[in-house]
Nanobody
Framework: QVQLVESGGGLVQPGGSLRLSCATS????????MSWYRQVLGKERELVAD????????NYADSVQGRFTISRDNAKKTLYLQMNNLKFEDTAVYYC????????????WGQGTQVTVSS
């Protein structure tokens, strides 16, 4: 059974930091490219950052470049998102996504974790 379980969300003040985790099981994590997306109610889900299966190449949305860092631990089958200098506009539900390198149509999503930036 495939599982992607996000954690680490919560309420934080502007300028603060959070570290999200996405613990996975049920698929060959090291053969999947991993991503973080976020979604605000009423808006489309948007890409925050992605990472190749080896972790050697990353890509960030302009809005988070320089503040967020995506990383992975293939031994622990876990994806991370370190979020620093958080802003009000970072408030959203954050989702992790796995996409197979061998079959790009094989995609798995987590259930999401809420991040709220508020003073």
């Amino acid at each position: 059974q495939v599982q992607l379980v996000e954690s680490g969300g919560g309420l934080v003040q502007p300028g603060g930091s959070l570290r999200l985790s996405c613990a996975t099981s049920g698929f060959a994590f090291s053969t999947y490219a991993m991503s973080w997306y976020r979604q605000v109610l009423g808006k489309e889900r948007e890409l925050v950052a992605d990472l190749t299966r080896t972790g050697t190449s990353t890509n960030y949305a302009d809005s988070v470049q320089g503040r967020f860092t995506i990383s992975r631990d293939n031994a622990k089958k876990t994806l991370y998102l370190q979020m620093n200098n958080l802003k009000f506009e970072d408030t959203a539900v954050y989702y992790c996504k796995a996409q197979s390198w061998l079959n790009i149509r094989r995609v798995y999503w987590g259930q999401g974790t809420q991040v709220t930036v508020s003073s």
